[in-house]
């Protein structure tokens, strides 16, 4: 705040004694007060937002993340088989502290045979839709492609009824391989995304989110 006054008063005397155009002191003010305000808004941005990461089984799940917003964790696993497929899932649930109803959560979802259809665009956009209608979103989904941790993925967003709240799904491949008895399988998985943050919050932490395995 000195600072900012001492920065307010050279202002002032330069222009207004130092100039042979007459300027309107109030105006000056503003000027100053709004440079000072966007400048320390800026700064405050940048110092609040951290790259943090959280292990989830095998997974290493980073993102940007606020200082301010304060969380819990909670890991899961579960498994499930189709026909000659067997799918496992390890799911990671950021919960805000101050509004429980406030989640980030994040399912890798693990194939045992690799194939093709499983990560196609259509597939995604499918498993993307389905995920925000099993959260209580009605009407009109929104989907687009988007690039997710250097893949190309899938990004919708609803509205959850009967309240409106805005919901958000991601989807994206990423890099897999199953350690079986006879050696390494390259294998697919994919990561979703489900979110019930704000849209600013969501977007920080999609367009920042890396997933990795790391058993």
């Keep these: 705040m000195i600072l900012g006054g001492i920065f307010v008063r050279a202002l002032f005397n330069s222009l207004a004694y130092r100039s042979p155009v007459y300027c309107n002191p109030v105006l000056l003010l503003f000027v100053a007060f709004f440079l000072l305000s966007s400048a320390q808004a800026s700064v405050m941005d940048d110092v609040s937002i951290t790259h943090a990461s959280e292990i989830c089984n095998k997974w290493k799940i980073g993102f940007n993340w606020s200082d301010m917003d304060v969380y819990k964790t909670s890991v899961s696993q579960g498994s499930s088989e189709s026909g000659s497929v067997k799918t496992s899932v390890d799911t990671l649930i950021l919960t805000s502290s101050e509004d429980t109803k406030k989640i980030m959560k994040v399912s890798v979802i693990m194939y045992s045979k690799s194939i093709a259809n499983q990560v196609s665009s259509s597939s995604m956009m499918t498993m993307a839709n ?22 190309s993925g899938i990004y919708a967003a609803g509205a959850k009824c009967p309240l409106g709240e805005p919901v958000y799904a991601a989807i994206f491949p990423v890099s897999y391989h199953l350690d079986r ?35």
């Design 130 to 151: 389905d995920t925000l209608s099993k959260s209580g979103v009605c009407g009109n989904i929104s989907l687009e492609n988007r690039m997710i941790d250097g893949q």
């Design 181 to 215: 008895p006879g050696g390494i399988l390259d294998s697919n998985a994919l990561a979703l995304v489900l979110s019930t943050f704000d849209q600013e919050k969501t977007d920080r932490f999609v367009n920042s989110v890396k997933v990795e395995q790391i058993k």
